[in-house]
């Protein structure tokens, strides 16, 4: 990425190309965290969270 701004690049296919991989990278650790602590799929403002109990 930083060698397209460097090099003021207009590559619309290669910066596609860059952003696709970076985004199939972030999705597939995501996934990995998600399946090591055991939550559900999906984004954590749809998690339901337990009441809280009054002290």
Known sequence: ME???RDGT???AA???LLE???NGRDGYYAAVRDDLAL???LA???QLPP???S
């Open 3 to 5: 060698q397209f701004l």
């Open 21 to 23: 991989r970076h985004r």
């Open 40 to 42: 559900p799929p999906g």
């Open 15 to 17: 910066w596609r190309a």
């Open 52 to 54: 809280v109990r009054p």
């Open 10 to 12: 207009r590559d619309p």
């Open 45 to 47: 403002v749809r998690w």
